[in-house]
Structure formats: structure tokens, C-alpha cells
């Protein structure tokens, strides 16, 4: 099985390059580019949608053949103001041009097309809350099921604050058996403030075929192929995440873990 925990390649350009081959899997792709200001980039994918996330920094961006102008406001992520994102249908290019330090998040799944190029926000996002107590943590929804802004592609933004929980009670999305459950393959991208301190985040079955508890860094990816996923900030070091979620269909349905449904009586 292809590493759960994947370490970014530098401190600039492309450092992040995760397809569903070097994954092991069948849907999700995720890119990671940090850029200097002037930097420039460009892609294209055949067969797949695409979407931009201005994680941080600002950048022109065009695609499809538009120019959407410059995109980006927050200079930090953990300003935790709605982030800027754009759709790419598939088989378009586009390309951005950093004007400031810019860090690019390039999310994809595959895709029949048919959906034009449009902005995914800032507009129509704003901070929700969920859970409670040191359970509590702060949602971006950026393009989930309630979002019909794409064929496959989930992707949301979680900010966890210090000493808290994440992604819990433990859950799994890795049956395709909907309306019960859905099969999503996972990616985190992983911040934290500050970028000295470290998070926790485990990857188990129920069964425990898979089982791995990883100390996550700033920048780091884990990927979640099947199986609970939880993850923690320690006291004194928030965590943000950006989540990628792709499978046969794009509906998020999930089981909690048997031994912690009594979270929910």
C-alpha cells in the first residue's frame, strides 16, 4: 500500500503532485504549488475537473479562455476568511500568475464535462460551525453536496482549534452502498499555527487491517483510502485542513465507528 503521509518536496514550486496512480486509487488528484510573486503556472487534464483553491495569497487567474482577474484576499490561511476558488471543467486550460506569495491548491476527479469555468467564492461561503465542546471546529464549504457546482469533486476547508478534535466521532466513507453509505476516497492538506507544532491524525479499519497514527507537519498530505480518520490539535497549535473527497458518486454519506455511537445518544 502506497503511504498514508506524504511530505511535501520543497519549499517552492510544485510540492505536492498526488494522482490516483502514485495514490493507488480512482479518483482523487491533488496538486500543491507554493509560488513567489510573478511565479507562473498552467495545467490542463483530460477527463478531469478541476477545482482552484487560493489557500493563500493572491493570484490572476485565467480558464476556459476568461479572465477571472485577480483572486485572493487572505494572506494567511488562518485568517480564516472565505477563500477564493474557481471551477475548470475538464480539457480547459488555465493558468495563474502569482502577485503575491500564493499558495495553490489544484484538486481533481474525473469528470464527463459539460459545466462551464465559474467562481466557486469567496461569494456563497461563510465560517459554520460543528460539534461542540473540544469537539468544535469551523467549516469552509467550498463545494460539498449541497453545493451543485460539480460532477464528482468535494472539497471543504476545517479550521480546529487548539486542544481540539476533528473529523470525530470516527467515521468511514468506504462503502458504495447509497443511500447508506458512499465510497470517497480522502485527502487532507494540512496547515498549522504555528507552523512549528504538529498534529495527530489516525487512519484505521474497523477490523484494524489498516491502522496508522501519523504526527502530521505544516504542508503535510495524508491520504485516506478507506477507514475512520480522526485527527487532534494539541493545547496551543491550531489546525487547518483542506479536504478532497471523489468517488463513484458525489453524495457524502458515512457510518460512525460501532464503539462511538454513544457520542450521539
Known amino acids: 500500500m502506497p503511504t498514508l503521509l506524504r511530505k511535501p518536496t520543497g519549499a517552492l514550486g510544485r510540492v505536492h503532485a498526488l494522482t490516483p496512480e502514485n495514490a493507488g486509487w480512482g479518483h482523487v488528484g491533488f ?23 487560493l489557500v493563500e495569497g493572491r493570484a490572476g487567474i485565467t480558464a476556459a479562455g476568461a479572465d477571472f482577474g485577480e483572486m485572493g484576499d487572505r494572506l494567511s490561511v488562518f485568517d480564516r476568511t472565505p477563500p477564493h476558488a474557481l471551477y475548470v471543467p475538464p480539457g480547459e486550460d488555465w493558468m495563474a500568475k502569482a502577485t503575491t506569495g500564493c499558495t495553490l491548491a489544484v484538486c481533481t476527479a474525473p469528470s464527463p464535462g459539460g459545466r462551464p469555468a465559474q467562481r466557486l467564492g469567496p461569494e456563497g461561503i461563510a465560517l459554520e460551525d460543528r460539534g461542540e465542546g473540544t469537539n468544535l471546529r469551523h467549516i469552509h464549504n467550498i463545494a460539498m453536496e449541497g453545493r451543485d457546482v460539480a460532477d464528482r469533486l468535494l472539497v471543504t476547508e476545517v479550521y480546529t482549534p ?10 468511514r466513507h468506504d462503502e458504495d452502498d447509497f443511500p447508506r453509505i458512499t465510497l470517497l476516497e480522502e485527502t487532507y492538506y494540512h496547515r498549522l499555527n504555528p507552523a512549528q507544532g504538529f498534529g495527530i491524525q489516525r487512519v484505521f479499519t474497523d477490523d484494524l487491517s489498516l491502522d496508522e497514527t501519523m504526527a502530521v507537519a505544516d504542508h503535510d498530505v495524508v491520504l485516506v483510502p478507506r477507514g475512520h480518520h480522526p485527527c487532534a490539535a494539541p493545547h496551543g497549535v491550531e489546525m487547518y ?25
Open 31 to 53: 496538486e500543491l504549488w507554493r509560488l513567489d510573486p510573478g511565479d507562473v503556472v498552467a495545467g490542463s487534464l483530460d477527463g478531469r475537473e478541476a477545482i482552484l483553491v
Open 241 to 265: 485542513y483542506l479536504n478532497v473527497m471523489a468517488g463513484p458518486r458525489r453524495n457524502w454519506r458515512f457510518e460512525l465507528h460501532p464503539d462511538f455511537l454513544f457520542l450521539t445518544e
Open 162 to 171: 487548539a486542544g481540539h478534535w476533528s473529523s470525530y466521532p470516527p467515521h
